[in-house]
């Protein structure tokens, strides 16, 4: 599912990345943790292609990163979720609105959409706040909301950036059952976290360890 070879990112002078070496199987539970600043973030948006590599090889999902056109990059989106740090969410429209956002640009039918966007919104306790606009949110439900997007297209490949950052203890393991279940439905995860309780859940997790934006430790 990931080929990673060498990888760097800068911004400026700073290394972000550097020499990330790796490769993830179909299939695989990966947490990626290590120190605030250490790259997570960063290695998470390279593999969305939000970000463009400063040096190496980026083959995620089949797409070889370096050489995608930006006009086929929706081709990787459909593939890949992401829920990012800061949730990404337009303020202005509904829960329901946000979460079928990535299913409108991909051609589904109106009942399909219907269907797909209740099922997740159900599942993520978000049900009774369909038509809310995400502006009367709170930051929990906002990071739910973010969630949902990123699983309504059934991603061969889900990216989540501190996914339970804003959450409680209970909706926190709520959450990584929901992931697990993805997982066991052939969903490949990569999972950026601090929280090491997290990470003690999942049997046969892989786990990678970012130190100053290099690979310090992994166990795959
Ligand atoms: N937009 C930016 N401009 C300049 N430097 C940046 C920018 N974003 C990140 N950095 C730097 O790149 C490095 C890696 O940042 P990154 O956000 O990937 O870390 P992280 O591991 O996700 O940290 P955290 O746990 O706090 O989320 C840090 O040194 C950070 O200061
Ligand atoms: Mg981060």
Request: glycine share 6%; with cysteine.
């Amino acid at each position: 599912m990931l080929k990673l070879n060498k990888l760097s990112y800068t911004f400026g002078r700073i290394w972000a990345l550097k020499n990330i070496s790796f490769d993830l199987e179909k299939g695989s539970f990966l947490f990626v943790t290590g120190p605030s600043g250490a790259g997570k973030t960063t290695l998470l948006k390279l593999l969305h292609a939000d970000l463009f590599p400063k040096g190496g090889e980026i083959i995620v999902a089949g797409y070889d990163l370096r050489k995608l056109p930006r006009y086929k990059h929706y081709l990787l989106k459909r593939k890949v979720g992401i829920v990012l740090q800061d949730f990404k969410i337009l303020k202005n429209i509904t829960v329901f609105d946000n979460v079928a956002l990535p299913l409108v640009v991909s051609n589904k039918t109106k009942l399909q959409i219907q269907k797909r966007v209740r099922a997740i919104l159900r599942s993520l306790g978000l049900y009774s706040k369909m038509f809310v606009p995400c502006a009367e949110l709170s930051g929990g439900e906002q990071q739910r909301v973010a969630i949902a997007r990123a699983m309504v297209i059934n991603p061969k490949l889900l990216l989540a950036d501190e996914p339970t950052g804003n959450l409680d203890k209970k909706l926190s393991l709520h959450l990584l059952k929901l992931f697990k279940q993805f997982n066991a439905h052939g969903t490949t995860i990569v999972l950026a976290t601090h929280n090491e309780e997290l990470i003690k859940r999942v049997n046969n997790a892989k786990i990678l360890y970012l130190e100053n934006g290099q690979i310090k430790d992994k166990n795959f």
